[in-house]
């Protein structure tokens, strides 16, 4: 089992930023992402990034604000969040193994998840 620990989520203002971070027990084999759930919704594709970090992906909502990184030498992923909205309020999840969808700009999760964290946007 890959396990993944996210962290830096929290309380921030609109148009404020925040950096999440997913620790893993291994990380350079997989692609990677992240997910998130608001309340009451289901799971959704925010953004994902290739075993070597070569290529990227993002839902429509957060590009041109949020920018995926990963560092394997560290094991760690990464989210850097700008310009929030509180309509990002949502728990973000860390994923690994991620597939594409071959019908639209989205990604199915692989079996590999994290705890979350809570990210919160106030107006």
């Known amino acids: 089992q890959v396990q993944l620990v996210e962290s830096g989520g929290g309380l921030v203002q609109a148009g404020g930023s925040l950096r999440l971070s997913c620790a893993a027990s291994?990380?350079?084999?997989?692609?990677v992402g992240w997910f998130l759930q608001a309340p009451g919704q289901e799971r959704e594709f925010v953004a994902v990034?290739?075993?070597?970090?070569?290529?990227?992906d993002y839902s429509t909502s957060v590009w041109g604000r949020f920018t995926i990184s990963r560092d394997n030498a560290k094991n760690t992923l990464y989210l850097q969040m700008n310009s929030l909205k509180p309509e990002d309020t949502a728990v973000y999840y860390c994923?690994?193994?991620?597939?594409?969808?071959?019908?639209?700009?989205?990604?199915?999760?692989?079996?590999?998840w994290g705890q979350g964290t809570q990210v919160t946007v106030s107006s």
């Open positions: 291994t990380l350079s084999s997989f692609s």
């Open positions: 990034i290739s075993r070597r970090g070569g290529d990227t």
């Open positions: 994923n690994a193994d991620a597939t594409i969808c071959p019908y639209g700009s989205s990604w199915f999760p692989g079996d590999y």
